[in-house]
């Protein structure tokens, strides 16, 4: 916190230094905000771009009292909002009907090919959580990465604390059967 | 025996060890099933808190930041451009102010005769807003408002431009 207030002093005096030891520290709290967000990688390049442009110009506003690491991800949500309504993408879908379908299908009928794949389950994990609604894959990313509590992911989402606690019970439930589901009949407990 | 919901279990890992209700504990001791979600939940945990995966987007990041210096450099003489235009903006406002004011009779007898000399030095700028003015008068009267509400405007922006923001372009240029 110390640090962070000389990096903002010393960044708002015009030192390019400065600033990139703050674009350093918060940069992975950004990265994994907008990569779960936005699916494209040449516009999550983009929107990763405008979003410490924001924070640089943002800078004198930014008040000491709140949370540097929550100040940074709001301005980082609101970003991929913005990009993703321009896109004309769902932001504000729901964990379908159609994909709990989808797995009971492939739970009757997993193809031989899908059995034998060893699959890391970190990139089976990316794979399904990229089929959730940006806003599943954000409380995901706040809660589990960025270790934020319920509180501020509200703060940063602009969503009742409710509504994120649910958010992220589903998501998990979801994910916890699909991986289940994908991992060998020894460990797909019924 | 009924077998605990995904729920009790997510929150038997999200809550603290000493606020655990005992029955679930002791569900979990016993039940084979319950215990299985237990351990794949934790997998999954574990698995959502690794950020292996965005070691390919962290490269691309560091490259997008190298392009986010261009930018702000590009960006600052774009900003002189516009500082240059919004000092126009208030000069001539205040020009406009001026005219408007000594057209109107302005005040007592002690300002009239400073306005009158000061009316010498801008006499050319005078003629031109006059002729201007007589333009706009004869296109008729709505055209003339239009015409001053849009100069009020830009008169407006160009105070704030100059007067209200130069903090935050300060922080852009750096
Ligand atoms: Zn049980």
């Known amino acids: ?42 516009d999550a390049e983009d929107v990763y771009q405008d979003v410490f442009l924001k924070v640089y110009q943002a800078l004198p506003r930014f008040r000491l009292e709140s ?32 994909n709990e379908e989808g797995m009971r299908l492939r739970t009757d009928c997993p193809s031989p090919v899908e059995r034998a794949e ?10 399904e959580i990229g089929k959730m609604p940006p806003q599943f894959r954000t409380v995901l990313t706040l809660f589990h990465l960025e270790d934020m509590t319920y509180r501020e992911i509200a703060q940063v989402m602009n969503l ?19 991986l289940a589901e994908r991992y060998g009949e020894e460990e797909l407990v019924p | 025996m009924r077998h605990l919901t995904d729920e009790e279990i ?54 997008a930041l190298s392009e986010l210096r261009l930018r702000e450099k590009a960006e600052t003489g774009w900003d002189r451009a516009e500082t240059a235009v919004a000092t126009l903006g208030i000069a001539g406002a205040l020009a406009v102010a001026l005219w408007a004011y000594t057209a109107l009779g302005g005040p007592g007898a002690g300002l009239t005769e400073f306005l009158a000399t000061s009316r010498r030095y801008l006499s050319p700028a005078l003629e031109s807003l006059r002729a201007l003015a007589n333009a706009a008068g004869s296109v008729g009267a709505e055209v003339g408002l239009v015409v001053t509400a849009c100069f009020v405007l830009y008169v407006i922006l160009s105070l704030d431009y100059l007067l209200v923001r130069p903090s935050a372009r300060q922080a852009t240029n750096g």
């Open chain 2, 10 to 63: 997510q929150a038997y890992i999200d809550g603290e060890a000493a606020s655990r209700p005992p029955q679930v504990e002791a569900h979990l001791a016993e039940c084979p099933v319950c215990s299985g979600v237990l351990r794949e939940y934790r997998r999954l945990y574990s698995a959502l808190a690794n950020d292996r995966c965005f070691a390919p987007s962290f490269l691309r990041a560091t490259k």
């Open chain 1, 1 to 42: 916190m110390a640090e962070d207030r000389i990096l903002i002093e010393e960044s708002l005096s015009g030192d390019q230094e400065a600033f990139r030891s703050l674009v350093n520290r918060y940069g992975g709290l950004v990265v994994h905000i907008v990569h779960r967000m936005i699916r494209n990688a040449a």
């Open chain 1, 160 to 178: 009742p604390e409710g509504t994120v606690k649910s958010h992220l019970f589903r998501a998990r439930k979801l994910l916890r059967r699909r």
């Open chain 1, 118 to 127: 060893r699959v890391d389950i970190a990139e089976r994990l990316e794979t």
């Open chain 1, 67 to 98: 949370k540097m690491s929550t100040w940074i991800a709001t301005i980082t949500y609101n970003t991929c909002v913005n990009h993703l309504r321009k896109k004309k993408e769902v932001l504000l879908g729901d964990l379908t009907e159609e």
